[in-house]
């Protein structure tokens, strides 16, 4: 079996698409914790979200005469992992009310910015159960629409520019912007409310 | 008791009642040139309709998603970012989310970004084992998509003798099932007698306790006769080694539960009492009114992490009582208890529950392993299933119908 370790993504994939069973081994194993856990946070469900990545693979599998190497692999990757987890949200989508005419919070009437500097981030080392945080982290992704929370875990875990995050989903740049902004502006309002509410319990 | 299979609810997002009216006041407000000044809950709906600065028809794949629902959720998280905070979010996207040399220049914004990025992109370690097996799956899941496209070029013949399912049989059956399931499938009768029910889901809970106090004696396994199979698990009465359901009997030969105990009052050929102090099994299928979980060789443990939704027990599977007898398998049958009108299920936690289908959570068939499942899917996806509208193909080709 080559060594696959020191090759990039899209050598093994030309190569897992040539016939080397391992290449895919290999890539399945090389985007097993950041894909699983993008589309866990994606669906909300790490049973679904299992599932999901098998169908991803799949997908993978019957589309790779499509996929141009000269591109990166694993965006490529991300983009079918999305779309199959949007597929998924929107079979179990549940139907609820939406009330819209809680007041709106307009910027012109001078209320509530949300100021980044203002929002508690646990450093990366700070000593908290890793599993309380990352249900924390999860219950905090629930609270955004479905658009936001993709947009913003597609920026989180494929780290791309705004540009290829625009020309992946297919979206004017202005928009994945501002969409970005909001993502930002709901995923830091989220996460105070939710770390408010644990603070609370713990308090209890 | 719960139903299972209820219905997904519809799956669009509902505006309250004013809402609705204050989304049609607008339209025609609008319609009619004016403004919407004397009316604070169309003016509403109209700043919400302001945040949607995307021109919907240029959306790729997803103009359909475009409605009130995501315009509520846009709006429901409308709180602005100040100036500052949105360049520091253009800058370290398009800097490849790196705060170095950054961070100085956004005052600490960038830290705050990517402190968010750590929070969502990093989570508790996986477990290596959970990996494996994850990574195996996907890979199995390929290869039977490999093999289902190579079997569908060459037909394939029946195994001879062997009670193990391989790959070309269950493509046959597959295929031959699509038409027992489709035309076949007997209307069969929807009168439930209910008193044997009550009997049945009785003894499923008298069971319930019994694996409770079997595995609390013995190191939280759960009963199994013997430490693995050899060919198959099929041959009910053979030996343990090649019966599942002798792994069951472990009940009854330690006397964790009777016979009766293990016999639903619909099969009129359940066996109800022991024949001989040694028994280790039934003698045929006839004689089991229930199916147990295949045990993996080496056993199956009991513990916190397994999910509550494990099925350890039900009515006897329709499905190996057809392959036993070596008929097509009808994948959706119900159990043949109860006149097919359903089946209980013994969950691992002890609870009981009633399906009026074999389909669980994410279609998962009760009497299936998933790889036979993903197939059957697949040859249904690629062969579809007889309408009544299909020809003969040529006048060599014999078809006839009703």
Known sequence: MPDFASQSDETVFVAFRDGNTDAYRELIERFHDDLLRFLTRLVGDRAAAEDIFQETFLQVHLSASTFDATRRFRPWLFTIGANKGRDFLRKKKRQRTVELSRPLKMSEGGTAFIDLLEVDVPPPDA??????????VQRALARLGEPLREVLLLAYFQRMSYAHIAEDLGIPLGTVKSRMHSAVAAFARSWQMVSKESTKRGDD | MTTHGAEHPDESYQLSA?????????????????????????????QLFGLLDTP???????????????????RSQAQPLSQADQDAI???IDSGCEITDLDAV?????????????LITTGAPTDPSNKADLVNRTLARIQTQIDADEAAYSLPTRGRGTMRFRL???????AVLLIVGSIAMPVFSRVQTKSHQIACLSNLGTVADAFGVYAGSNRDTLPMATAGFGPTWMKVGSTPEQSNSANLYTLVRT??????DLACPTNPDARTAESSPDAWDWHSIDELSYSYRIMPNGGLKMHASMPVRVVLMSDRSPVTLRAIRGIPIVPEENSPNHDHAGQHILKLDGSTEWLTNPLLESNDNLWLPRPIEQIIHQVRNRLGVIEGNEMPDGPTDAFVGP
Do not use: K, Y
């Open chain 2, 168 to 174: 070309a049989d269950l493509i046959s059956i597959a």
């Open chain 1, 127 to 136: 000593a908290m159960d890793l599993s309380e945080r990352d249900e924390m």
């Open chain 2, 255 to 260: 006397e964790h539960a009777t016979l009766n």
């Open chain 2, 90 to 92: 253009d800058q370290w």
């Open chain 2, 18 to 46: 004013a809402d609705s009216a204050a989304v049609d006041r607008l339209i025609s407000i609008r319609a009619e040139g004016s403004d919407t000044d004397s009316d604070p809950q169309a003016q509403a709906v109209e």
């Open chain 2, 106 to 118: 956004l005052g600490g914004r960038a830290g705050v970004l990517d402190g968010f990025r750590g």
């Open chain 2, 56 to 74: 919907v028809a240029s959306e790729r794949e997803r103009s359909a998603r475009i409605n009130l629902a995501a315009l509520s959720a846009l």
